[in-house]
């Protein structure tokens, strides 16, 4: 079975700090892992996401998250925080390979928790 947990149901961050979203996971083979935000009032957007190689992902909006496979954790990072910031972040685990059911860069599988971030 796989799952994927995002501890922290809000975090308050300031203006110009390090703003970490902690998301941990449990899969029993390579994960595909993605970040999505969903700002107020809009539809879900692709952050990044991670399929192989490079362990440290760039997304945008200067964005990153880093793959600890040790930790099977994704932790999202940017620093500096802006107030722009404040939204519902997800964190998405798939097993299959990203685009051939659908694609989950357009919608992330199922109903996965969310940090709502208040900066």
Do not use: M
């Not at 200067?62 to 107030?83: D, N, Q, V, Y």
Request: aromatic residues 12%; neutral net charge.
């Amino acid at each position: 079975a796989q799952s994927v947990t995002q501890p922290d149901d809000h975090i308050t961050v300031s203006e110009g700090a390090r703003l970490e979203l902690k998301c941990n996971y449990s899969s029993s083979v390579s994960p595909y892992l993605f970040w999505y935000v969903q700002y107020p009032n809009q539809g879900l957007q692709l952050l990044l996401k991670y399929e192989s190689g490079d362990n440290l992902i760039s997304g945008i909006k200067g964005f990153e998250a880093e793959l600890r496979r040790s930790e099977k954790s994704f932790h999202l990072r940017k620093i500096p925080a802006h107030w722009k910031d404040s939204a519902k972040y997800f964190c998405v685990l798939s097993d299959t390979v990203p685009g051939t059911a659908g694609g989950a860069e357009h919608k992330p599988p199922g109903t996965p928790q969310f940090s709502l971030c208040y900066v």
